[in-house]
């Protein structure tokens, strides 16, 4: 018996079996891009944005007196992302969790940093989800932010940043943490309105009695989509509650009303993705009975013509017969009566059918 292939998922799992704890291992699929690294350096008078073009570029931001946000894309150059992690000394686990993208939304409290992992989505051009693991150490004056590849929803907050609009350049790092997520939380807003169309479309198709293939797989697409958000948000409400009842000096009791309001969104964006399973599950539901309806229907055709035709395939079977002495086979009109017959019992019958509301 052949020995069957084990899926891809399976084989991300199974990366960091038998590894030692806190081996820097990369877990991910994209593993040809380049390291890019980002820097904003900035108080309420200046801001300095800069493509850093080495790891070591990065080391200086974590003695300024300004804030830095620090952005890293490129988890499978685990050698950089290990060098940056020894000046800012990031426990090994703190590394292992960051290239290993299979990770669960979480945050870990330590001396002199917060570690924290988020799942950020957005639609593509195709209206395809993209969900790619961030990576967040807060420090007291700078964050980090780590990616396994290019392209992100932080343009708007870096737009901010750039022309100092709103309180973001006027506040401490733990503001800065508190934007980012802001910024995916956000985004959670946009994909959600998305689903709510699709699935209003869905059932406008099904009310209209379209049962096609497509509707099927549209719908199992969706449910997993909504799973996919649904996993994503869940364990954030108790990030977010971690860190309202945090007890860290990196953040301010001004930012964690912020945090609060993160909280609320959260709360809104889970309601809203439960809310969705179940129209799925009615989705499939309504679907499935659409198509029995659609099959009772024909049935109840084809009975009807099954029943109409047993009275008369009776008597075309009887007159049928080869015997010499049938009463009517000699008479002139035979013929005609036995079709008059067959046609007063058709017409009776369709009349009986209507009157029953059959037909």
Known sequence: MAKRKPKKRTEDYKKQVGQVPGAVIYTGKKDFNPLLMESFDYNSDF?????????????????????????????????????????????????????????????????????????????????????????????????LTFQEAEGDVFDPLRERIRQGKGRIRGLGSDYLLYALIDSIVDHYYAIIETMGNKIEDLEDSLFEGLTKDEISTEIQSLKREVLKVRRAIFPLREIISRVDKSESKLIDQKTLHYFADVYDHIIQVSDTIDIYREMIWGLMDMYMTTISNRMNE???????????????????????????????????????????????????????FKRKKWL
């Open 47 to 143: 801001c300095n944005e800069k493509q850093l073009k080495s790891v070591e570029e990065a080391f200086a931001y974590k003695a300024t007196d300004s804030i830095s946000w620090i952005n890293i894309n490129g988890l499978n150059n685990v050698d950089e992302i290990e060098k940056i992690g020894n000046h800012y000394h990031l426990h090994p686990l703190v590394l292992e969790d960051i290239v290993s993208t299979n990770q669960r939304p979480k945050i870990d409290e330590y001396e002199d940093y917060i570690f924290i992992v988020l799942k950020m989505m957005y639609y593509d051009a195709e209206e395809k989800i993209v969900s790619e693991q961030v990576s967040f150490v807060l420090g007291s004056n700078y964050v």
């Open 298 to 352: 024909v049935m109840k055709v084809l009975t009807i013509i099954a029943t109409i035709f047993i009275p008369l395939t009776f008597i075309a079977g009887v007159y049928g017969m080869n015997f010499d002495n049938i009463p009517e086979l000699h008479y002139k009109y035979g013929y005609h009566i036995v079709w008059g017959v067959m046609i007063i019992i058709f017409i009776g019958m369709m009349y009986y």
